[in-house]
């Protein structure tokens, strides 16, 4: 919730505004990432990101600019646009990087070992998943630039095509 709230002070009224921004939030990214519903086998999660930890980690990133929208735009209208946005994230939707080509939040997308959130371990050929502070930080970036429309992701005065 710091992530989300951007803040470690948090007032109970506050936090409770905030939780419905969260619930209503979530509720909309899994009707795009099946993965996200509790009902999704664990076979269907394996092959993407978006149920790891460090992705709810971003998912607070993209929270946190829905509230502002709310601030921004009204309830109806954040919410609306936030819909169409978060489309983006849709396993469907076709994500393209040099030779990758596929779901945004695969595990294979080379994106996330550019970044530094995943690694192929080469003993056992696996992805395995950073959950650390800096990796959680550039989840949210990647999230935020694939949803807002922005083809690069900053790292500290080095791009990353996304």
């Given at each position: 919730m710091r992530t989300f709230a951007g803040s470690n002070e948090v007032e109970e009224s506050e936090l409770e505004g905030l939780a419905r921004i969260a619930a209503e939030f979530f509720e909309m990214l899994a009707l795009v990432r099946p993965e996200l519903n509790a009902a999704t086998p664990h076979a269907v999660r394996d092959g993407t990101l978006a149920s790891a930890g460090v992705m709810m980690?971003?998912?607070?990133?993209?929270?946190?600019?829905?509230?502002?929208?709310?601030?921004?735009?009204?309830?109806?209208?954040?919410?609306?646009?936030?819909?169409?946005?978060?489309?983006?994230?849709?396993?469907?939707?076709?994500?393209?990087?040099?030779?990758?080509?596929?779901?945004?939040?695969?595990?294979?997308?080379?994106?996330?070992?550019?970044?530094g959130i995943a690694r192929l371990d080469p003993s056992s050929g696996r992805v395995q998943v950073s959950n650390t502070g800096g990796s959680r930080r550039?989840?949210?970036?990647?999230?935020?630039?694939?949803?807002?429309?922005?083809?690069?992701?900053?790292?500290?005065?080095?791009?990353?095509?996304g």
């Open positions: 980690h971003g998912y607070a990133a993209l929270m946190r600019e829905f509230n502002l929208d709310i601030a921004r735009l009204g309830s109806s209208a954040a919410r609306d646009h936030w819909q169409r946005a978060l489309a983006m994230l849709g396993p469907d939707v076709n994500y393209r990087q040099a030779e990758y080509s596929g779901d945004f939040l695969g595990r294979t997308n080379p994106l996330w070992q550019q970044l550039r989840a949210g970036d990647a999230l935020v630039a694939r949803v807002i429309g922005q083809d690069s992701i900053d790292l500290g005065g080095r791009d990353v095509r």
